[in-house]
């Protein structure tokens, strides 16, 4: 696979077949205690795929360019958690500033982004795989995307579930977890499509 094709297919497998909340189960606390609304869905969505996209490649290269030169590779853990809780302040205020409904509406959750897994996560798997910089991009982009398509998706289909009749053993909790094993099954039937190693 070429140089140019590669990130390319990293970013669409990062979507997919490697969705950090549907495969890697990543994330899934504000996952499931957020989706309940289409629109609060979405906000938490495109702030955690800013986190990400911005995040994963800073990591890179303060891993590459810091650590790694002066052997504290072991340090990564506690400095990938600084730069991220960095950004989600960031994010936080800009939030709070624009549009005070979707920050009252995210609640906790918001704050909470600094230790979403998914968002460690992806910064731990760009080290493991060993992406060079425009990789992490691309991965941190389509994790980030991944998991806003996963939010958003739940968030309708909970919002439909509101009318219809869902037997009594599985309203709550046990539809929700029902649905997200169909949604993880149907992101693996990608699977084979592109191969990424």
């Given amino acids: 696979m070429s140089d140019t094709l590669f990130p390319i297919a990293i970013f669409f497998a990062s979507i997919f077949t490697g969705n950090i909340l549907l495969t890697n189960y990543l994330g899934m606390c504000s ?9 609060t869905s979405a906000g938490l969505g495109i702030a955690v795929t800013f986190v990400l996209t911005v995040t994963t490649p800073l990591n890179w290269l303060v891993y590459k360019f810091l650590l790694v030169p002066f052997g504290l590779e072991y340090l990564r853990f506690i400095v990938f958690i600084i730069v991220i809780a960095a950004f989600v302040q960031l994010i936080e205020m800009a939030i709070e500033r624009y549009s005070e409904g979707l920050y009252y509406a995210l609640g906790i959750f918001l704050p ?53 009749k869902v037997p009594p053993g ?21 699977s084979g499509m592109i191969a990424v190693s």
């Fill in 31 to 39: 996952f499931l205690a957020v989706s309940k609304e289409l629109e």
């Fill in 112 to 164: 909470l982004i600094t230790v979403n897994c998914a968002i460690l996560g992806a910064s731990l798997f760009m080290v493991i795989r060993e992406y060079n910089f425009v990789s992490s991009i691309f991965f941190g982009l389509g994790s980030g995307l991944g998991w806003f398509i996963a939010i958003v998706a739940m968030a309708g289909i909970r919002q439909k579930l509101r009318t219809a």
């Fill in 170 to 190: 599985l309203e709550g909790a046990g539809i929700t977890l029902v649905i997200a094993g169909f949604m993880a099954m149907a992101f693996m039937g990608f």
